[in-house]
Nanobody
Framework: QVELVESGGGLVQPGGSLRLSCAAS????????MAWYRQAPGKQRELVAA???????NYADSVEGRFTISRDNAKNTVNLQMDSLKPEDTAAYYC?????????????????WGTGTLVIVSS
């Protein structure tokens, strides 16, 4: 089964940028929608960005205009460019399958969860 390894997290000041990467151990080309999730301390995991094989994207309102998701099926990677970071973006970030249509989550977390990568936004 495909395993996921997230990287790229760290400590960044408010207004700064980070680029997260997710490397899959196998092909993701047959997975239509891949997504990035985050979980802040004491909160539920939430989907922040998703992308289909066709390049359609979907973002949580809280990150719209600041985060950009991309995927490279040839390299089996999914990336998340995060700009204009805010303290409330502090969380552990994970990638997995998933898509969202309004309040409905589709095919969320169909692969084993990785260990995530921690993002801390603080001055």
């Amino acid at each position: 089964q495909v395993e996921l390894v997230e990287s790229g997290g760290g400590l960044v000041q408010p207004g700064g940028s980070l680029r997260l990467s997710c490397a899959a151990s196998g092909s993701i080309s047959n997975i239509n929608a891949m997504a990035w999730y985050r979980q802040a301390p004491g909160k539920q995991r939430e989907l922040v960005a998703a992308i289909t094989n066709g390049g359609s994207t979907n973002y949580a309102d809280s990150v719209e205009g600041r985060f950009t998701i991309s995927r490279d099926n040839a390299k089996n990677t999914v990336n998340l460019q995060m700009d204009s970071l805010k303290p409330e973006d502090t969380a552990a970030y994970y990638c997995n399958t998933g898509w969202v249509v309004g309040p409905i989550h589709l095919n969320s977390g169909m692969l084993p969860w990785g260990t995530g990568t921690l993002v801390i936004v603080s001055s």
